[in-house]
């Protein structure tokens, strides 16, 4: 498709003045050059609607939409509501970074919560049955039979030739070494300060505990001592023997019965 131009350079009149010859130039213009020229010219008008153009944005409904608000006053952070009196605060809200887990260890930590507890309790019933079974083995009297503040009656009681070991000692030291022992297998990775910082927690509980029962006049240092060195192997040797193995499966399972108690090791 193309536009006829015409040029005219004179004209030849009817009268007898003279004029040049007419010339007369017909010139074929492209449409595309047309466009081309129109679209240099003004290139907004060859640019396709955008995606908000098209696609409007609509304001969703917010709840300032449904009280009656008047002002907000930005120097406070607050809205002013019409009755003069009631103000609404406004705050931003930054979001934190936090630590994250990845989905298989979450999973494996949720799959072991309960074997986890069932290793705590079988960790308990063996402390506790080897505890007893020493305390009724050694019959050792406690020092506050020797000591002339306690009442005749503490000094008579059935626990009174209970001393040897201390069972207080034991059980803290058996759950807090249990605990620092399953955190660094489940952390094996973790820095040195975090390993230190486990193991020292896990090592002062049972030692205040040992301690105060000293204090107390309950045991000897020595029942504390035995107690908190058997309690410690306890609490690390079970949860090392659960620890999952190719070439060797160990099992422990104790077991208590009436005025007995028995602990089993399957190799």
């Known amino acids: 498709m193309a536009i006829a131009r015409e040029s005219i350079t004179a004209e030849k009149g009817t009268d007898d003045t003279e004029f040049p010859d007419t010339v007369v130039a017909r010139e074929e213009v492209p449409i595309g050059r047309i466009k081309n020229a129109l679209n240099t010219l003004f290139p907004v008008l060859n640019q396709p609607p955008s995606a908000r153009e098209r696609f409007p944005l609509r304001r969703r409904q917010s709840i300032t939409d449904e009280l009656p608000w008047v002002e907000y006053l930005p120097d406070v952070q607050q809205i002013a509501f019409a009755d003069d009196k009631t103000v609404m605060a406004c705050y931003d809200l930054t979001p934190v970074a936090t630590e994250g887990r990845a989905l298989p260890m979450l999973r494996r930590i949720v799959q072991d919560i309960v074997p986890l507890i069932a290793m705590s309790a079988e960790v308990m019933l063996i402390n506790y049955t080897l505890t007893d079974i020493t305390k009724k083995l050694a019959g050792r009297t406690r020092p506050l039979a020797y000591n002339a503040d306690f009442s005749l009656e503490e000094k008579e ?53 040992g301690y105060l029962r000293v204090r107390a006049g309950k045991h000897f240092p020595t029942d504390t001592i035995t107690g908190y060195i058997a309690g410690g192997l306890v609490g690390i040797l079970v949860p090392q023997f659960h620890k999952k193995r190719k070439d060797k499966k160990i099992k422990v399972s104790p077991s208590v019965g009436w005025n007995q108690a028995a602990v089993r090791v399957q190799f």
């Open 157 to 209: 009681s059935a626990s009174v030739r209970r001393s040897f070991f201390s069972g207080h000692t034991s059980h803290t030291a058996a759950l807090s070494f249990m605990m620092a022992k399953v955190m660094t297998d489940y952390h094996p990775h973790a820095n040195k300060g975090f390993k230190i910082g486990i193991w020292s927690f896990a090592a002062a509980v049972p030692a205040i505990t």
